[in-house]
């Protein structure tokens, strides 16, 4: 890990000092879909909070309504469809951003627990696309938004991670070995990127999401857990924000977040 240059340290711009970054800044929320989504809570709470969200995903009813609902609130917001598994599939958002002003926070949101009965059920296409998704487009998202935040100064980069980050499962076996390579990746924009001022953060999202991605595949989840034993996508949008706005002096890189009735 390098040391802070000169140039560095002496820079006093945002993030440095923490707290909102400035009026008219960009933020980007790769992997949107559903409006009861993480990723659509993410880009609201960032909307709320004075920035102009860029909003990426597959499906453009789905970015387009979460555009819709930022813009109906008061907030500031643009639509693109996009596939977060290739750097072509992210040329329109970044030519967006690029247009719109200075990317202050990259929230990679794309991908999602993937699995088969076993490894012997899981064909090469099946792993390779499960990669793309929760990793290679980790690399490609982490490393265009590092470009553009060192040429300004500064800026966030964080990631929507899994407890599969850290234990691999069998039937998990491709979604794990996705999530434990985007976990290295952020450790390694943290270790190259950090002294030069931007914030690199692994959100570790450990337990059921109270969202419209499990309660419509299992309708009845939530029924069969504790009271309040699913993660609401709200606090897991207001920890992005939390994290997204520490000064330099304290910088979390890596965080868990959990109900309280989850084992570990």
């Known amino acids: 890990?390098?040391?802070?240059?000169?140039?560095?340290?002496?820079?006093?711009g945002w993030p440095v000092h923490g707290g909102p970054p400035p009026e008219g800044s960009v933020a980007w929320v790769v992997g949107v879909g559903a409006r009861q989504g993480t990723g659509a809570a993410v880009a609201r709470r960032f909307a709320a909070a004075g920035l102009h969200v860029v909003v990426t995903g597959r499906?453009?009813?789905?970015?387009?309504?979460?555009?819709?609902?930022i813009e109906a609130a008061g907030g500031r917001a643009t639509?693109?469809?996009?596939?977060?598994?290739?750097?072509?599939?992210?040329?329109e958002s970044l030519a967006v951003i690029d247009e719109l002003g200075t990317l202050a926070i990259a929230t990679y949101n794309a991908g999602g627990s993937q699995w088969k009965p076993g490894i012997l059920e899981m064909d090469t296409e099946f792993f390779e696309s499960v990669w793309r998704t929760n990793c290679l487009g980790s690399f490609i998202t982490g490393r265009e938004a590092a470009r553009r935040m060192t040429a300004s100064g500064g800026g966030v980069i964080m990631f929507t991670g899994s407890v599969s980050g850290l234990i691999a499962r069998p039937k998990l076996a491709a979604y794990a070995s996705a999530k434990f390579g985007q976990r290295a990746l952020a450790q390694a924009l943290a270790r190259e990127?950090?002294?030069?001022?931007?914030?690199?953060?692994?959100?570790?999202?450990h337990g059921p999401i109270d969202g419209d991605r499990l309660n419509s595949a299992f309708p009845h989840a939530?029924?069969?857990r504790p009271a309040d034993g699913m993660v609401d996508i709200e606090q897991i949008a207001e920890t992005f924000w939390q994290v997204a706005v520490q000064p330099r002096t304290a910088?979390?890189?890596?965080?868990d977040i959990r109900p309280y009735c989850e084992e570990f």
């Open 1 to 12: 890990m390098a040391p802070p240059t000169e140039e560095a340290q002496r820079f006093s």
């Open 59 to 69: 499906t453009k009813e789905k970015v387009t309504a979460v555009a819709e609902d």
């Open 79 to 91: 639509a693109v469809v996009g596939d977060a598994g290739s750097e072509e599939g992210l040329r």
């Open 193 to 205: 990127f950090g002294p030069r001022n931007v914030h690199v953060a692994n959100v570790i999202v």
């Open 222 to 224: 939530k029924d069969s």
């Open 251 to 255: 910088w979390t890189q890596e965080m």
